[in-house]
């Protein structure tokens, strides 16, 4: 079934639950603003690699106000999370390195993993004994450990505690996604990881974007200050790439102010991912701002879709290669700024819908 390309339009009326726009800050006065004030300041792009005429004070700040806000000690703004990932798995091995990767990493982890000189083990999802069994019997001096904190399709929880605790026992590194945790889990949106005691500490490494919870668009890697010099010195998809354009640098420093002012906005995600899940007659109780409805084919998952989009409700659809053969879904993504009224038409709609595909 070809994929196509669906086009927002400018006053476009429908429900958004497709979007990863979790706290609802895309459109917040605050963070356009901030997105204006850095063009009046900088201009539109930023002219060039941050070695080179890219880097500007906005930049160095935002780093330091995220990786203050996260726990971290520092941090490294990328263009993109997918060239975050790349750069930080890609830059921290070698051929003398292990890396372990979830099954269900997103697809900029696998394709850090596949672009790495280093071996990789795949191991089943969230599976601590294998995790622990490929790095106690590598034969490579360095490993590393990578996962998704909040894993994109189904919404669950990496064990990064227990993850973290094998690490330290064998000798390894962790690199957590935190792209799907930042605004959602922790105290205010702090992510799973300061949420878990984790932030930090000098065998973790995390990764980010800002093109979801926070409303922008970028990437950033966070850990210490020796790991970022390593990052500035040769992660390729850092010194090659264009920096993050100033607009983007600018309304990822506002909606992370509106964050802290109002950190309120993490609870109301899951919040209204509870609503959500009681809705679609989901049994588990959602741990982040994805609800996943698993409806099995990719044709009916499909048509439920269109049906919903008919009744002006935008849902998330994956299907193979997304997710495995079987398992296609509807995606739900909460928000924090749905309101009553719409939180009430979502489930009409999607009772409606699922009642036709069960």
Same mark, same amino acid.
């Given at each position: 079934?070809?994929? =196509?390309?669906?086009?927002?339009?400018?006053? $476009?009326?429908?429900?958004?639950?497709?979007?990863?726009?979790?706290?609802?800050?895309?459109?917040?006065? %605050? @963070?356009?603003?901030?997105?204006?004030?850095?063009?009046?300041?900088?201009? &539109?792009?930023?002219?060039?690699?941050?070695?080179?005429?890219?880097?500007?004070?906005?930049?160095?700040?935002? %780093?330091?106000?995220?990786?203050?806000?996260?726990?971290?000690?520092?941090?490294?703004?990328?263009?993109? +999370?997918?060239?975050?990932?790349?750069?930080?798995?890609?830059?921290?091995?070698?051929?003398?390195?292990?890396? @372990?990767? $979830?099954?269900?990493?997103?697809?900029?982890?696998?394709?850090?993993?596949?672009?790495?000189?280093?071996?990789? %083990?795949?191991?089943?999802?969230?599976?601590? $004994? &294998?995790?622990? /069994?490929?790095?106690?019997?590598?034969?490579?001096? !360095?490993?590393?450990?990578?996962?998704?904190?909040?894993?994109?399709?189904?919404?669950?929880?990496?064990?990064?505690? &227990?993850?973290?605790?094998?690490?330290?026992?064998?000798?390894?590194?962790?690199?957590?996604?935190?792209?799907?945790?930042?605004?959602?889990?922790?105290?205010?949106?702090?992510?799973?990881?300061?949420?878990? +005691?984790?932030?930090?500490?000098?065998?973790?490494?995390?990764?980010?974007?800002?093109?979801?919870?926070?409303?922008?668009?970028?990437?950033?890697?966070?850990? /210490? %200050?020796?790991?970022?010099?390593?990052?500035?010195?040769?992660?390729?998809?850092?010194?090659?790439?264009?920096?993050?354009?100033?607009?983007?640098?600018?309304?990822?420093?506002?909606?992370? *102010?509106?964050?802290? *002012?109002?950190?309120?906005?993490?609870?109301?995600?899951?919040?209204?991912? *509870?609503?959500?899940?009681?809705?679609?007659?989901?049994?588990?109780?959602?741990?982040?701002?994805?609800?996943?409805?698993?409806?099995?084919?990719?044709?009916?998952?499909?048509?439920?879709?269109?049906?919903?989009?008919?009744?002006?409700?935008?849902?998330?659809?994956?299907?193979?290669?997304?997710?495995?053969?079987?398992?296609?879904?509807?995606?739900?993504?909460? !928000?924090?700024?749905?309101?009553?009224?719409?939180?009430?038409? =979502?489930?009409?709609?999607?009772?409606?819908?699922?009642?036709?595909?069960?």
């Amino acid at each position: 079934m070809q994929r =196509v390309l669906r086009p927002r339009h400018e006053h $476009d009326a429908m429900i958004d639950l497709a979007s990863n726009d979790y706290l609802g800050l895309s459109r917040h006065p %605050e @963070v356009i603003d901030g997105a204006i004030e850095a063009v009046r300041a900088w201009g &539109a792009g930023s002219t060039g690699s941050r070695l080179v005429t890219g880097d500007t004070d906005a930049h160095q700040q935002l %780093e330091q106000e995220l990786a203050a806000f996260t726990g971290a000690a520092t941090g490294l703004v990328f263009a993109t +999370g997918y060239a975050a990932n790349l750069g930080a798995v890609t830059a921290l091995s070698d051929r003398d390195t292990l890396v @372990v990767s $979830d099954r269900t990493n997103h697809a900029s982890l696998v394709d850090a993993c596949r672009l790495s000189r280093a071996r990789t %083990e795949i191991v089943a999802h969230r599976d601590l $004994d &294998a995790m622990r /069994d490929a790095l106690e019997e590598r034969d490579e001096e !360095r490993a590393l450990l990578v996962t998704d904190s909040v894993f994109s399709a189904d919404g669950d929880l990496a064990p990064l505690r &227990a993850m973290h605790a094998i690490c330290r026992a064998t000798d390894a590194v962790l690199i957590a996604d935190e792209a799907h945790g930042v605004g959602v889990r922790g105290d205010g949106g702090r992510g799973l990881l300061q949420e878990c +005691g984790l932030a930090g500490e000098p065998d973790v490494i995390i990764t980010l974007t800002l093109s979801k919870a926070l409303g922008s668009q970028g990437g950033m890697v966070l850990a /210490d %200050e020796k790991v970022r010099d390593h990052l500035i010195n040769t992660a390729r998809s850092f010194i090659f790439d264009t920096g993050l354009a100033p607009a983007s640098v600018g309304a990822a420093r506002a909606a992370l *102010r509106v964050l802290r *002012r109002e950190p309120e906005r993490a609870t109301a995600v899951l919040d209204h991912a *509870r609503a959500l899940a009681a809705a679609a007659d989901v049994t588990e109780i959602p741990e982040s701002a994805v609800v996943s409805v698993v409806l099995g084919d990719a044709a009916t998952a499909v048509a439920a879709a269109e049906r919903c989009a008919a009744l002006g409700v935008r849902v998330g659809c994956f299907r193979p290669p997304s997710v495995p053969a079987g398992t296609s879904r509807l995606r739900l993504t909460a !928000r924090a700024d749905l309101t009553t009224h719409e939180i009430d038409t =979502v489930v009409e709609v999607l009772r409606a819908v699922l009642g036709e595909n069960r």
